[in-house]
């Protein structure tokens, strides 16, 4: 009997010393790229068929048999498989966590005859909808508009990518609502027509519905499918295989979908490419938007990323020239950009700025009430927004000092006074808020600052006349009040929405004429230095919520309560310039040496004891220092996250950083080793670290 090796690989982290592949035996040659069974100790897993360097060295007699090979599946092209390659080396995981991650759940958990029912049942859903939309509903094509001439050039030139042999990214420039999303749907046209398969990523799942009906109205016909977690277990699996089996013309999904299969590619988009939800922050800390990047270089196909605010990253490469770039400086339909207005709280008459005494309530600008009761009266919708949860961010007891901190983070418990509670942000921790102070039992006890159920309360109190709505992850905890509240915002039964962060991003708002932001201060001092530009990118997005609808008639505006109007952040976007703000951050970051100039990544350590934390990056410093690989390579001494303490767990964290992207993968790949050897030799487990993880282009430092 002719017994092959074949090599597999299955889901295990790199220290686990199963790398590259295990070897298997199978009665038939297999190709790469196939979904396989096969036992590992006394379970039986999932893995793929794998291309390896040196197979079949082992012999045969001692390795076990492969289970089942679901061949009913094409195998995962050379394309994908180079794709989860390089995220393994890049973020310095293992191949098999990546490629087996990455895949629905239920793929790996259905045997051959389950996937064979599924596949079935997808052709027959498929099939009856033939010559019809995927959607149950019957949906009119939309009506095309004609572009206006910055859409046609965009148009043009990444029609012209499309076709091309190195077609590259492009960088599509332009604020909300001057029609990028049009420009999206007619590239995707264009790839569409030319029998290819377009990708469409979006930051949040939250906005996958409404890009999903704007391409189904577009593309009535065609089989479009949305990949993200939000999805049932079934419901990804089906899209999944819509896709491996080149049956979607279209995926649209969050950023897990750029691992999306997809044999016959021919465009990728990704909106609001500087979205922070793009990079994932746990395991695999891979960015999906450079990940896109990458896949379009090597399979040859054309990339779109679009934002009003382009990470400076993607800025710089464009002025570099290794973009291209399409702007669209000007709003769809002439809306014009809102006025922006600095209220200095310095200037404040005294009375209104001081915390009132009885009430401790910070205060609120009265031109800014003004304003807000203006926009009632015209019958218009206000946003207000401000980026604390809660209704006072800590409790203080007026006579000892007390504060409600957690005793299991280095932060404040917030004080919710809906169910008058105290909650850690953190580690979830809740209790109900004490009669009196713990410390000295003084019974006075009051909150001190804002948050939005505290803003929602004042404005309450402030504008009685108003219908007031709020949106924040606690508003919103239970399924279906998120889409109940933009509902009534939508139809006009809400006058002012409240909330934090959430409430700026993506929703097409068409009468809000009044954003004001609370406070927005507190980034513009972050010891991380990309605050100022994920604050200018919010600011700008919140901005664009304002005057969409150019046919209401009054200017639109957008009020900042800031004790910093000067500031050159705040100046910038009163002039929507972000070129000029994206000049001196650049300027700045050139300086001081940081991306997109060089290269970071992070040791992150998490343990019982600060002591233990510390010890495990000091020695893996040391370990560095003695590679060859760290010349040119900076480290940087530990020091403590922002948040050091959660949970009762101590983290820290060391910056590695270079000029040179090859020298720091370089080094970060010798180091490696070092790392798994330091983590192993403390035999005490009192003396170890509970987890090492590298986080490779970190977002947040
Ligand atoms: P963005 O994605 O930049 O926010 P959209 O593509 O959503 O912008 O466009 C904003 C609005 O203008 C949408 O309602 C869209 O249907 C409309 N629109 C886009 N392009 C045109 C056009 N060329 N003519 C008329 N309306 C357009
Ligand atoms: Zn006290
Ligand atoms: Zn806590």
Same mark, same amino acid.
């Given at each position: 009997?002719?017994?092959?090796?074949v090599?597999?690989l299955?889901?295990?982290?790199?220290?686990?010393?199963?790398t590259?592949?295990?070897s298997y035996?199978?009665q038939?040659?297999?190709?790469?790229?196939?979904?396989v069974?096969?036992p590992?100790?006394r379970?039986?897993?999932?893995?793929?068929?794998? %291309?390896?360097?040196?197979a079949?060295?082992a012999?045969?007699?001692e390795?076990?048999?492969?289970?089942?090979?679901?061949?009913?599946?094409?195998?995962?092209?050379?394309?994908?498989c180079a794709?989860?390659?390089?995220?393994?080396?890049?973020?310095?995981?293992?191949?098999g966590?990546?490629?087996l991650?990455?895949?629905?759940p239920e793929?790996r958990?259905?045997g051959?005859a389950?996937?064979?029912?599924?596949i079935?049942?997808?052709h027959?859903?498929?099939?009856?909808?033939?010559?019809g939309?995927?959607?149950?509903?019957?949906?009119?094509?939309?009506?095309?508009?004609?572009l206006t001439?910055?859409?046609?050039?965009?148009?043009?030139a990444?029609?012209?990518a499309?076709?091309?042999?190195?077609p590259?990214?492009?960088?599509?420039?332009?604020?909300?609502?001057?029609?990028?999303?049009?420009?999206?749907?007619?590239a995707?046209?264009?790839?569409?027509?030319a029998?290819?398969?377009?990708?469409?990523?979006v930051p949040e799942i939250n906005?996958t519905?409404?890009?999903?009906?704007?391409f189904?109205?577009?593309f009535a016909?065609r089989?479009?499918v949305a990949?993200?977690?939000?999805?049932?277990?079934a419901?990804?699996?089906?899209?999944?295989l819509?896709a491996?089996l080149?049956?979607?013309?279209?995926? *649209?999904?969050?950023?897990?979908?750029?691992f999306?299969?997809?044999?016959r590619?021919g465009?990728?988009?990704?909106?609001?490419?500087?979205?922070?939800?793009y990079k994932q922050?746990e395991?695999?800390?891979?960015?999906a938007?450079d990940?896109?990047?990458?896949?379009?270089?090597? @399979?040859g196909?054309?990339?779109?990323?679009g934002?009003a605010?382009p990470?400076l990253?993607?800025w710089?490469?464009?002025?570099a020239g290794r973009y291209?770039?399409?702007?669209?400086?000007?709003?769809i339909?002439g809306?014009?950009?809102?006025a922006?207005r600095?209220v200095d709280?310095?200037?404040?008459?005294?009375?209104?700025?001081?915390?009132?005494?009885?009430?401790r309530?910070?205060?609120l600008?009265?031109q800014?009430?003004?304003?807000?009761h203006?926009?009632?009266?015209?019958?218009e919708?206000s946003?207000?927004? *401000?980026n604390?949860?809660?209704?006072?961010?800590?409790?203080?007891?007026?006579?000892?000092?007390?504060?409600?901190?957690?005793?299991?983070?280095?932060?404040?418990?917030?004080?919710?006074?809906?169910?008058?509670?105290l909650r850690?942000h953190h580690?979830?921790?809740?209790a109900?808020?004490?009669?009196a102070?713990?410390?000295?039992g003084?019974?006075?006890?009051?909150?001190?600052?804002?948050?939005t159920?505290?803003?929602?309360?004042?404005?309450?109190?402030?504008?009685p006349?108003?219908?007031?709505?709020?949106i924040?992850a606690?508003?919103?905890?239970?399924?279906?009040?998120?889409?109940?509240?933009?509902?009534?915002v939508?139809?006009g039964e809400?006058?002012?929405?409240?909330?934090?962060?959430?409430?700026?991003k993506?929703?097409?708002?068409?009468r809000?004429?009044?954003?004001?932001?609370?406070n927005?201060?507190?980034?513009l001092?972050?010891?991380?230095?990309?605050?100022?530009?994920?604050?200018?990118a919010? *600011?700008m997005?919140?901005?664009g919520?304002?005057?969409?609808d150019a046919?209401?008639?009054?200017?639109?505006e957008?009020?900042?309560?800031t004790?910093?109007?000067?500031h050159p952040l705040? %100046?910038?976007l009163?002039?929507?310039?972000y070129?000029a703000f994206a000049?001196?951050q650049l300027k @700045?970051?050139?300086?001081?040496g940081?991306?997109?100039?060089?290269?970071?990544a992070?040791?992150?350590?998490?343990?019982k004891?600060?002591?233990v934390?510390?010890?495990f990056?000091?020695?893996?410093?040391t370990?560095?220092?003695?590679l &060859?690989e760290?010349?040119e390579?900076?480290i940087?001494?530990p020091v403590?996250?922002?948040?050091a303490?959660?949970?009762?767990v101590?983290?820290?964290?060391?910056?590695?950083e270079? &000029?040179?992207?090859?020298r720091l %993968?370089a080094?970060l790949?010798?180091?490696l080793?070092?790392l798994?050897?330091?983590?192993?030799?403390?035999?005490?487990?009192?003396?170890?670290?509970l987890?090492?993880a590298?986080?490779?282009?970190?977002?947040?430092?």
């Amino acid at each position: 009997m002719a017994e092959i090796v074949v090599s597999v690989l299955v889901d295990a982290p790199r220290h686990a010393g199963l790398t590259p592949a295990l070897s298997y035996r199978s009665q038939h040659p297999l190709e790469p790229g196939l979904l396989v069974r096969v036992p590992l100790g006394r379970r039986e897993v999932a893995g793929l068929t794998w %291309q390896v360097g040196e197979a079949g060295f082992a012999r045969t007699d001692e390795l076990r048999e492969i289970t089942e090979v679901a061949d009913v599946l094409p195998p995962l092209n050379a394309d994908w498989c180079a794709l989860v390659e390089f995220t393994a080396s890049y973020y310095q995981r293992s191949v098999g966590e990546i490629a087996l991650a990455v895949l629905p759940p239920e793929l790996r958990r259905l045997g051959r005859a389950a996937l064979v029912d599924r596949i079935r049942r997808l052709h027959r859903a498929f099939n009856a909808a033939a010559g019809g939309p995927v959607a149950s509903e019957p949906v009119a094509a939309d009506g095309e508009p004609a572009l206006t001439p910055d859409q046609s050039a965009a148009v043009a030139a990444i029609g012209a990518a499309i076709g091309a042999a190195a077609p590259g990214t492009t960088l599509l420039h332009g604020v909300t609502g001057s029609g990028k999303t049009e420009v999206y749907l007619r590239a995707a046209a264009h790839a569409l027509a030319a029998g290819r398969q377009a990708l469409v990523l979006v930051p949040e799942i939250n906005l996958t519905p409404q890009l999903i009906e704007r391409f189904t109205r577009r593309f009535a016909g065609r089989r479009i499918v949305a990949l993200h977690s939000g999805l049932t277990p079934a419901q990804r699996l089906r899209s999944w295989l819509a896709a491996q089996l080149g049956l979607a013309d279209l995926v *649209l999904g969050t950023r897990l979908a750029v691992f999306a299969p997809l044999p016959r590619l021919g465009l990728v988009v990704v909106d609001e490419e500087h979205d922070a939800s793009y990079k994932q922050q746990e395991g695999a800390r891979y960015s999906a938007r450079d990940l896109a990047i990458w896949r379009g270089r090597r @399979e040859g196909v054309a990339v779109v990323l679009g934002s009003a605010t382009p990470s400076l990253e993607t800025w710089q490469r464009a002025e570099a020239g290794r973009y291209l770039r399409q702007s669209l400086p000007e709003r769809i339909g002439g809306a014009a950009w809102p006025a922006i207005r600095l209220v200095d709280m310095a200037r404040l008459p005294k009375a209104t700025v001081g915390l009132r005494a009885e009430t401790r309530t910070p205060a609120l600008a009265p031109q800014i009430v003004a304003a807000l009761h203006e926009r009632i009266e015209r019958g218009e919708q206000s946003l207000v927004f *401000l980026n604390r949860r809660g209704y006072a961010p800590v409790l203080q007891c007026g006579e000892c000092g007390w504060l409600s901190g957690c005793p299991h983070c280095s932060a404040w418990r917030v004080f919710h006074k809906q169910d008058r509670t105290l909650r850690c942000h953190h580690c979830g921790l809740a209790a109900p808020v004490p009669r009196a102070c713990p410390e000295c039992g003084n019974p006075d006890i009051a909150p001190v600052g804002r948050g939005t159920e505290r803003l929602e309360e004042q404005l309450a109190a402030l504008l009685p006349e108003a219908r007031i709505a709020r949106i924040d992850a606690d508003s919103t905890r239970r399924k279906g009040t998120l889409e109940a509240t933009l509902g009534a915002v939508h139809a006009g039964e809400v006058d002012i929405l409240v909330g934090t962060q959430m409430v700026a991003k993506g929703h097409d708002f068409r009468r809000i004429g009044l954003v004001a932001a609370i406070n927005p201060d507190s980034s513009l001092f972050s010891s991380d230095f990309r605050a100022p530009e994920r604050l200018f990118a919010l *600011l700008m997005q919140a901005a664009g919520r304002a005057g969409r609808d150019a046919a209401s008639g009054t200017p639109s505006e957008m009020w900042l309560q800031t004790w910093h109007p000067t500031h050159p952040l705040y %100046q910038a976007l009163a002039r929507h310039d972000y070129t000029a703000f994206a000049a001196s951050q650049l300027k @700045e970051r050139r300086s001081a040496g940081l991306p997109p100039f060089s290269h970071l990544a992070v040791l992150r350590a998490d343990a019982k004891t600060v002591a233990v934390a510390r010890a495990f990056l000091d020695a893996a410093a040391t370990a560095a220092r003695t590679l &060859a690989e760290s010349a040119e390579v900076m480290i940087y001494a530990p020091v403590p996250l922002d948040i050091a303490r959660v949970a009762d767990v101590e983290r820290m964290q060391m910056l590695v950083e270079s &000029a040179s992207r090859q020298r720091l %993968q370089a080094m970060l790949r010798a180091w490696l080793p070092h790392l798994d050897a330091l983590h192993l030799a403390r035999g005490d487990a009192a003396q170890r670290v509970l987890r090492w993880a590298i986080d490779v282009d970190p977002l947040t430092i």
